[in-house]
Protein backbone atom coordinates (compact mmCIF):
# COMPACT_ATOMS: atom_id res chain seq x y z
CA UNK A 1 0.00 0.00 0.00
CA UNK A 2 2.84 2.08 1.18
CA UNK A 3 4.59 1.68 -2.27
CA UNK A 4 1.23 2.41 -4.34
CA UNK A 5 1.20 5.72 -2.53
CA UNK A 6 4.94 6.75 -3.28
CA UNK A 7 4.32 5.61 -6.81
CA UNK A 8 1.06 7.95 -7.10
CA UNK A 9 3.07 11.00 -5.89
CA UNK A 10 5.58 10.14 -8.45
CA UNK A 11 3.36 9.79 -11.60
CA UNK A 12 2.00 13.58 -10.22
CA UNK A 13 4.97 15.04 -9.55
CA UNK A 14 6.50 14.19 -12.98
CA UNK A 15 3.11 15.40 -14.57
CA UNK A 16 3.77 18.69 -12.77
CA UNK A 17 7.33 19.02 -14.14
CA UNK A 18 6.73 18.31 -17.21
CA UNK A 19 3.85 20.79 -17.77
CA UNK A 20 6.46 23.62 -15.63
CA UNK A 21 9.31 22.67 -17.90
CA UNK A 22 7.58 22.65 -21.06
CA UNK A 23 9.84 22.74 -24.28
CA UNK A 24 9.10 26.14 -25.95
CA UNK A 25 8.03 26.26 -29.62
CA UNK A 26 11.19 27.24 -32.07
CA UNK A 27 10.34 29.30 -34.74
CA UNK A 28 11.68 29.24 -37.86
CA UNK A 29 12.28 32.08 -40.12
CA UNK A 30 9.48 32.65 -42.86
CA UNK A 31 9.64 31.73 -46.14
CA UNK A 32 11.20 33.78 -48.40
CA UNK A 33 11.46 32.85 -51.90
CA UNK A 34 7.56 32.82 -52.69
CA UNK A 35 7.52 36.96 -51.96
CA UNK A 36 8.73 39.26 -55.06
CA UNK A 37 12.14 39.31 -55.71
CA UNK A 38 14.73 42.95 -57.72
CA UNK A 39 17.32 43.31 -59.00
CA UNK A 40 18.65 46.86 -58.99
CA UNK A 41 20.97 48.76 -61.38
CA UNK A 42 22.58 50.39 -58.85
CA UNK A 43 26.60 49.83 -57.54
CA UNK A 44 25.38 49.12 -53.96
CA UNK A 45 22.03 48.82 -51.70
CA UNK A 46 22.03 49.98 -48.24
CA UNK A 47 19.63 49.51 -45.51
CA UNK A 48 19.32 51.84 -42.65
CA UNK A 49 17.00 52.20 -39.40
CA UNK A 50 15.56 55.11 -38.00
CA UNK A 51 13.58 53.01 -35.54
CA UNK A 52 14.52 52.19 -31.82
CA UNK A 53 12.24 50.16 -30.01
CA UNK A 54 11.52 51.31 -26.38
CA UNK A 55 11.42 47.75 -25.01
CA UNK A 56 8.73 48.82 -22.76
CA UNK A 57 4.66 48.54 -22.51
CA UNK A 58 2.69 49.55 -24.97
CA UNK A 59 5.24 48.43 -27.23
CA UNK A 60 5.81 44.80 -27.85
CA UNK A 61 7.99 44.00 -30.48
CA UNK A 62 10.59 42.66 -28.44
CA UNK A 63 8.48 39.79 -27.38
CA UNK A 64 7.70 38.44 -31.31
CA UNK A 65 9.89 35.01 -31.81
CA UNK A 66 10.75 37.51 -35.09
CA UNK A 67 10.90 41.00 -35.09
CA UNK A 68 9.17 42.61 -37.92
CA UNK A 69 12.51 44.63 -38.74
CA UNK A 70 14.21 41.36 -38.81
CA UNK A 71 11.82 40.20 -40.94
CA UNK A 72 11.92 42.72 -43.31
CA UNK A 73 16.01 43.23 -43.38
CA UNK A 74 16.15 39.24 -43.96
CA UNK A 75 13.35 39.81 -46.61
CA UNK A 76 16.02 42.38 -48.56
CA UNK A 77 18.77 40.41 -47.67
CA UNK A 78 17.18 37.19 -49.64
CA UNK A 79 15.36 39.33 -52.65
CA UNK A 80 16.59 42.52 -53.37
CA UNK A 81 19.74 42.67 -55.19
CA UNK A 82 22.23 45.00 -57.00
CA UNK A 83 23.59 44.59 -60.13
CA UNK A 84 26.96 46.16 -59.50
CA UNK A 85 27.28 48.23 -62.17
CA UNK A 86 26.55 52.13 -62.55
CA UNK A 87 26.97 54.82 -60.34
CA UNK A 88 24.05 55.11 -57.99
CA UNK A 89 22.66 53.79 -54.85
CA UNK A 90 19.83 52.37 -53.16
CA UNK A 91 19.04 53.11 -49.42
CA UNK A 92 16.31 51.51 -47.84
CA UNK A 93 15.44 53.22 -44.88
CA UNK A 94 12.70 51.40 -41.96
CA UNK A 95 11.09 54.35 -40.22
CA UNK A 96 9.01 52.02 -37.98
CA UNK A 97 8.34 49.26 -37.03
CA UNK A 98 6.04 48.85 -34.22
CA UNK A 99 4.29 46.71 -32.85
CA UNK A 100 1.83 48.05 -29.82
CA UNK A 101 -0.83 46.17 -27.33
CA UNK A 102 -3.95 48.12 -26.29
CA UNK A 103 -6.37 47.46 -24.01
CA UNK A 104 -10.01 46.93 -25.59
CA UNK A 105 -13.34 47.57 -23.70
CA UNK A 106 -14.94 44.70 -22.83
CA UNK A 107 -18.70 43.93 -21.41
CA UNK A 108 -18.53 43.67 -17.26
CA UNK A 109 -20.64 41.97 -15.78
CA UNK A 110 -21.39 38.44 -14.39
CA UNK A 111 -21.34 36.35 -16.85
CA UNK A 112 -18.60 38.56 -18.82
CA UNK A 113 -16.24 36.42 -16.24
CA UNK A 114 -17.13 33.60 -17.29
CA UNK A 115 -16.58 34.43 -21.31
CA UNK A 116 -13.25 34.29 -23.16
CA UNK A 117 -13.11 37.98 -24.62
CA UNK A 118 -10.87 39.29 -27.07
CA UNK A 119 -9.69 42.42 -24.73
CA UNK A 120 -6.64 42.97 -26.31
CA UNK A 121 -5.26 44.33 -29.58
CA UNK A 122 -1.87 44.50 -31.35
CA UNK A 123 -1.01 46.74 -33.88
CA UNK A 124 1.76 46.58 -36.49
CA UNK A 125 3.20 49.15 -38.36
CA UNK A 126 6.09 48.88 -41.45
CA UNK A 127 6.52 52.28 -42.49
CA UNK A 128 9.52 51.97 -45.28
CA UNK A 129 11.21 54.38 -47.74
CA UNK A 130 13.46 53.62 -50.68
CA UNK A 131 15.42 55.81 -51.91
CA UNK A 132 17.62 55.68 -54.90
CA UNK A 133 21.12 58.40 -55.18
CA UNK A 134 23.29 59.28 -57.84
CA UNK A 135 26.91 59.63 -57.33
CA UNK A 136 27.35 61.47 -54.55
CA UNK A 137 23.83 63.41 -54.77
CA UNK A 138 22.46 64.40 -51.46
CA UNK A 139 18.87 64.61 -52.52
CA UNK A 140 17.50 61.31 -53.85
CA UNK A 141 16.58 60.49 -57.90
CA UNK A 142 13.89 59.02 -57.52
CA UNK A 143 11.97 57.66 -54.03
CA UNK A 144 9.49 55.52 -52.91
CA UNK A 145 7.44 55.08 -49.41
CA UNK A 146 5.53 52.24 -48.39
CA UNK A 147 3.59 52.41 -45.15
CA UNK A 148 1.55 49.34 -43.53
CA UNK A 149 -0.78 48.61 -40.71
CA UNK A 150 -2.75 45.45 -39.77
CA UNK A 151 -4.40 44.61 -35.89
CA UNK A 152 -5.11 41.15 -34.59
CA UNK A 153 -6.93 40.92 -31.53
CA UNK A 154 -6.27 38.28 -28.36
CA UNK A 155 -6.97 38.26 -24.68
CA UNK A 156 -4.46 39.31 -21.78
CA UNK A 157 -5.07 35.98 -20.22
CA UNK A 158 -3.39 33.84 -23.37
CA UNK A 159 -0.47 32.25 -22.49
CA UNK A 160 3.38 33.14 -23.47
CA UNK A 161 3.03 30.59 -26.30
CA UNK A 162 -0.15 31.47 -27.52
CA UNK A 163 1.15 35.32 -27.28
CA UNK A 164 3.88 34.21 -29.29
CA UNK A 165 2.09 32.83 -32.03
CA UNK A 166 -0.19 35.56 -32.35
CA UNK A 167 2.62 37.99 -33.00
CA UNK A 168 4.68 35.22 -35.25
CA UNK A 169 1.58 35.01 -37.19
CA UNK A 170 0.48 38.61 -37.27
CA UNK A 171 4.70 39.38 -38.59
CA UNK A 172 4.41 37.38 -41.22
CA UNK A 173 0.86 38.46 -42.65
CA UNK A 174 2.69 42.18 -42.50
CA UNK A 175 5.38 41.14 -44.53
CA UNK A 176 2.97 39.98 -46.89
CA UNK A 177 1.17 43.01 -47.16
CA UNK A 178 4.32 44.76 -47.15
CA UNK A 179 5.76 43.19 -50.20
CA UNK A 180 2.59 43.36 -52.39
CA UNK A 181 2.80 47.17 -51.77
CA UNK A 182 6.11 47.16 -53.03
CA UNK A 183 4.88 45.05 -55.95
CA UNK A 184 2.20 47.50 -56.22
CA UNK A 185 4.06 50.23 -56.12
CA UNK A 186 7.38 49.57 -57.37
CA UNK A 187 7.23 50.40 -61.07
CA UNK A 188 5.58 53.40 -60.98
CA UNK A 189 8.55 55.34 -58.83
CA UNK A 190 11.56 52.96 -59.50
CA UNK A 191 11.16 51.63 -62.74
CA UNK A 192 14.14 53.03 -64.21
CA UNK A 193 16.67 51.52 -61.20
CA UNK A 194 15.15 47.90 -62.32
CA UNK A 195 17.07 45.24 -64.10
Given amino acids: MRILKILSVLVVFSFITSCAYEEP ?10 LPKYNFNVKKIIIESNYSSPITYPNVEHLAPISLERAFRDWVKYNVTETGKGNATLKIIINDASMKEKTLETEKSFTSKFKYEQNREYTARLDIHFHIYEGDDITPKTLMEIS ?6 GNNEDAPAQKERLFYELTQKMLIDTTAQIEENIYNYLSNYLN
Avoid at 148 to 153: A, L, N
Wanted: proline fraction near 0%.
Fill in 25 to 34: IKYSDYSYHK
Fill in 148 to 153: VVRSRT
